[in-house]
Protein backbone atom coordinates (compact mmCIF):
# COMPACT_ATOMS: atom_id res chain seq x y z
CA UNK A 1 0.00 0.00 0.00
CA UNK A 2 0.79 3.67 -0.18
CA UNK A 3 3.11 4.90 1.80
CA UNK A 4 3.68 8.26 4.09
CA UNK A 5 3.71 11.06 1.17
CA UNK A 6 4.84 14.80 2.27
CA UNK A 7 4.87 17.82 -0.24
CA UNK A 8 6.41 19.69 -1.43
CA UNK A 9 9.59 18.05 -1.70
CA UNK A 10 11.50 21.29 -1.71
CA UNK A 11 10.89 24.82 -0.80
CA UNK A 12 13.41 27.40 -1.20
CA UNK A 13 11.66 31.08 0.52
CA UNK A 14 12.61 34.23 1.60
CA UNK A 15 13.36 35.29 5.35
CA UNK A 16 9.62 36.76 6.74
CA UNK A 17 7.59 34.33 4.91
CA UNK A 18 5.00 31.90 5.95
CA UNK A 19 5.45 28.10 4.78
CA UNK A 20 3.03 25.00 4.73
CA UNK A 21 4.18 21.81 4.98
CA UNK A 22 1.84 18.80 4.15
CA UNK A 23 1.63 15.42 5.18
CA UNK A 24 -0.58 11.94 3.88
CA UNK A 25 0.01 9.40 6.62
CA UNK A 26 -0.57 5.75 5.52
CA UNK A 27 -4.47 5.08 5.41
CA UNK A 28 -5.66 4.12 8.97
CA UNK A 29 -2.65 5.37 10.98
CA UNK A 30 -4.31 7.23 13.89
CA UNK A 31 -0.83 8.58 14.93
CA UNK A 32 1.06 10.99 13.08
CA UNK A 33 4.46 12.80 13.98
CA UNK A 34 6.28 15.98 12.34
CA UNK A 35 9.99 16.09 13.27
CA UNK A 36 12.74 18.08 11.83
CA UNK A 37 16.74 17.33 10.85
CA UNK A 38 18.52 20.52 10.70
CA UNK A 39 22.47 19.66 8.89
CA UNK A 40 24.57 17.32 10.97
CA UNK A 41 21.60 16.27 13.37
CA UNK A 42 19.60 13.96 14.53
CA UNK A 43 15.95 14.34 14.07
CA UNK A 44 14.04 16.71 16.17
CA UNK A 45 10.65 15.99 17.26
CA UNK A 46 8.18 18.46 17.24
CA UNK A 47 4.54 17.21 17.79
CA UNK A 48 2.48 14.73 17.31
CA UNK A 49 -1.24 14.13 16.96
CA UNK A 50 -2.95 10.68 18.60
CA UNK A 51 -6.54 10.23 17.30
CA UNK A 52 -9.28 12.86 18.62
CA UNK A 53 -6.67 14.16 21.37
CA UNK A 54 -5.43 17.35 21.90
CA UNK A 55 -1.78 17.27 20.21
CA UNK A 56 1.48 16.74 21.85
CA UNK A 57 2.86 20.05 21.01
CA UNK A 58 6.02 20.27 23.37
CA UNK A 59 8.58 20.14 20.94
CA UNK A 60 7.67 23.11 19.06
CA UNK A 61 10.54 25.08 19.15
CA UNK A 62 8.56 28.48 18.96
CA UNK A 63 4.89 30.43 18.55
CA UNK A 64 5.63 30.35 14.72
CA UNK A 65 5.45 27.17 14.44
CA UNK A 66 1.94 25.13 14.35
CA UNK A 67 0.37 21.96 12.79
CA UNK A 68 -2.86 20.65 12.36
CA UNK A 69 -4.82 17.27 11.36
CA UNK A 70 -7.99 17.68 9.82
CA UNK A 71 -10.58 14.77 9.49
CA UNK A 72 -8.08 12.93 11.51
CA UNK A 73 -5.84 12.68 7.82
CA UNK A 74 -3.75 14.88 6.56
CA UNK A 75 -1.47 17.47 8.68
CA UNK A 76 -0.40 20.84 7.74
CA UNK A 77 2.75 22.06 9.77
CA UNK A 78 2.85 25.82 9.14
CA UNK A 79 5.86 27.95 10.19
CA UNK A 80 5.27 31.79 9.89
CA UNK A 81 7.80 34.35 9.39
CA UNK A 82 10.62 32.09 8.51
CA UNK A 83 13.91 32.33 9.98
CA UNK A 84 17.35 31.17 8.27
CA UNK A 85 17.41 28.78 11.41
CA UNK A 86 13.96 27.05 10.20
CA UNK A 87 16.29 25.22 7.04
CA UNK A 88 16.14 22.16 7.38
CA UNK A 89 14.43 18.64 6.33
CA UNK A 90 10.64 18.56 7.90
CA UNK A 91 9.80 14.54 8.43
CA UNK A 92 6.27 13.30 9.18
CA UNK A 93 5.68 10.03 10.48
CA UNK A 94 2.68 7.84 11.38
CA UNK A 95 1.70 4.70 12.97
CA UNK A 96 -1.55 2.72 13.63
CA UNK A 97 -1.37 3.63 17.27
CA UNK A 98 1.07 5.57 18.99
CA UNK A 99 3.29 4.53 22.24
CA UNK A 100 5.68 1.50 21.18
CA UNK A 101 4.34 1.42 17.98
CA UNK A 102 6.88 1.16 14.72
CA UNK A 103 6.93 4.94 13.04
CA UNK A 104 6.87 4.71 9.26
CA UNK A 105 8.57 7.99 7.83
CA UNK A 106 7.75 10.15 4.54
CA UNK A 107 10.54 11.38 2.36
CA UNK A 108 10.65 15.06 4.24
CA UNK A 109 10.29 18.69 2.94
CA UNK A 110 13.64 20.27 2.46
CA UNK A 111 13.16 23.77 3.53
CA UNK A 112 15.49 26.66 2.43
CA UNK A 113 14.75 29.76 4.07
CA UNK A 114 17.45 32.13 2.65
CA UNK B 1 20.79 17.41 27.13
CA UNK B 2 21.24 14.40 24.53
CA UNK B 3 19.03 11.79 26.17
CA UNK B 4 20.07 9.12 23.32
CA UNK B 5 24.05 9.20 21.90
CA UNK B 6 25.75 7.38 19.18
CA UNK B 7 28.95 8.48 19.76
CA UNK B 8 30.58 7.43 16.34
CA UNK B 9 29.87 9.83 13.59
CA UNK B 10 30.95 7.75 10.87
CA UNK B 11 31.89 3.38 10.56
CA UNK B 12 33.73 1.50 7.61
CA UNK B 13 33.67 -2.12 7.22
CA UNK B 14 34.59 -4.32 4.54
CA UNK B 15 31.88 -6.27 3.05
CA UNK B 16 31.24 -9.54 4.39
CA UNK B 17 32.36 -8.69 7.73
CA UNK B 18 30.46 -7.73 10.96
CA UNK B 19 28.82 -4.34 11.22
CA UNK B 20 28.48 -2.79 15.01
CA UNK B 21 27.10 0.49 15.41
CA UNK B 22 26.91 1.61 19.31
CA UNK B 23 24.05 3.52 21.34
CA UNK B 24 24.03 4.89 24.72
CA UNK B 25 21.20 6.18 26.16
CA UNK B 26 20.62 8.33 29.39
CA UNK B 27 16.99 8.03 30.21
CA UNK B 28 16.40 5.11 32.72
CA UNK B 29 12.64 5.40 31.73
CA UNK B 30 12.87 4.66 27.97
CA UNK B 31 11.31 1.09 27.49
CA UNK B 32 11.47 0.43 23.53
CA UNK B 33 13.82 1.01 21.10
CA UNK B 34 14.17 1.56 17.58
CA UNK B 35 16.93 1.33 14.66
CA UNK B 36 16.33 3.55 11.60
CA UNK B 37 18.50 3.29 8.27
CA UNK B 38 18.57 6.27 6.49
CA UNK B 39 19.64 7.07 2.44
CA UNK B 40 20.33 10.74 1.31
CA UNK B 41 17.00 12.55 0.39
CA UNK B 42 14.57 9.62 1.53
CA UNK B 43 13.16 9.46 4.62
CA UNK B 44 14.32 7.16 7.50
CA UNK B 45 13.34 3.04 6.69
CA UNK B 46 12.74 0.95 10.18
CA UNK B 47 15.10 -1.55 10.81
CA UNK B 48 14.49 -3.25 13.66
CA UNK B 49 13.34 -2.72 17.24
CA UNK B 50 13.49 -4.31 21.01
CA UNK B 51 11.64 -4.29 24.14
CA UNK B 52 13.20 -3.65 27.28
CA UNK B 53 11.88 -6.71 28.22
CA UNK B 54 14.15 -8.48 25.67
CA UNK B 55 17.76 -8.50 25.57
CA UNK B 56 17.96 -9.58 21.84
CA UNK B 57 16.05 -9.55 18.65
CA UNK B 58 17.09 -10.81 15.01
CA UNK B 59 15.70 -10.57 12.08
CA UNK B 60 17.85 -11.74 9.01
CA UNK B 61 20.76 -10.45 9.02
CA UNK B 62 20.13 -7.63 11.73
CA UNK B 63 20.35 -8.59 15.52
CA UNK B 64 19.78 -5.69 17.85
CA UNK B 65 21.37 -6.51 21.60
CA UNK B 66 19.81 -4.15 24.99
CA UNK B 67 22.32 -4.07 28.12
CA UNK B 68 19.59 -2.12 30.31
CA UNK B 69 22.76 -2.30 33.18
CA UNK B 70 24.83 -0.12 30.83
CA UNK B 71 22.08 1.50 29.19
CA UNK B 72 23.59 -0.06 26.22
CA UNK B 73 21.86 -1.42 22.75
CA UNK B 74 23.93 -2.49 19.59
CA UNK B 75 22.54 -3.68 16.27
CA UNK B 76 24.90 -6.07 14.55
CA UNK B 77 24.78 -6.31 11.00
CA UNK B 78 26.19 -9.81 9.46
CA UNK B 79 27.76 -10.08 7.11
CA UNK B 80 27.63 -6.63 5.77
CA UNK B 81 26.98 -5.28 2.40
CA UNK B 82 27.57 -2.10 0.02
CA UNK B 83 23.67 -1.78 -0.01
CA UNK B 84 23.91 -1.30 3.61
CA UNK B 85 25.87 1.87 3.22
CA UNK B 86 23.69 4.44 4.59
CA UNK B 87 23.47 6.72 8.06
CA UNK B 88 22.09 4.56 11.19
CA UNK B 89 20.11 6.27 13.69
CA UNK B 90 19.25 4.67 16.97
CA UNK B 91 15.71 6.19 18.90
CA UNK B 92 14.40 5.53 22.05
CA UNK B 93 10.69 6.28 23.63
CA UNK B 94 8.88 5.43 26.66
CA UNK B 95 5.90 4.04 27.57
CA UNK B 96 3.85 7.05 27.76
CA UNK B 97 5.05 8.99 25.38
CA UNK B 98 4.29 8.84 21.83
CA UNK B 99 7.32 10.77 20.38
CA UNK B 100 10.86 9.09 19.15
CA UNK B 101 13.85 10.78 20.78
CA UNK B 102 16.37 10.13 18.14
CA UNK B 103 20.32 9.84 18.18
CA UNK B 104 22.28 11.86 15.37
CA UNK B 105 23.25 9.06 13.26
CA UNK B 106 26.20 7.07 12.44
CA UNK B 107 27.01 6.89 8.50
CA UNK B 108 27.48 3.69 7.88
CA UNK B 109 30.43 2.63 4.74
CA UNK B 110 30.46 -0.98 3.53
CA UNK B 111 33.71 -1.45 0.86
CA UNK B 112 33.20 -3.86 -2.08
Known amino acids: GAGVSQSPSNKVTEKGKDVELRCDPISGHTALYWYRQSLGQGLEFLIYFQGNSAPDKSGLPSDRFSAERTGGSVSTLTIQRTQQEDSAVYLCASSLLAQQETQYFGPGTRLLVL | DQQVKQNSPSLSVQEGRISILNCDYT??????FLWYKKYPAEGPTFLIS?????DKNEDGRFTVFLNKSAKHLSLHIVPSQPGDSAVYFCAATKGSQGNLIFGKGTKLSVKP
Open chain 2, 50 to 54: ISSIK
Open chain 2, 27 to 32: NSMFDY
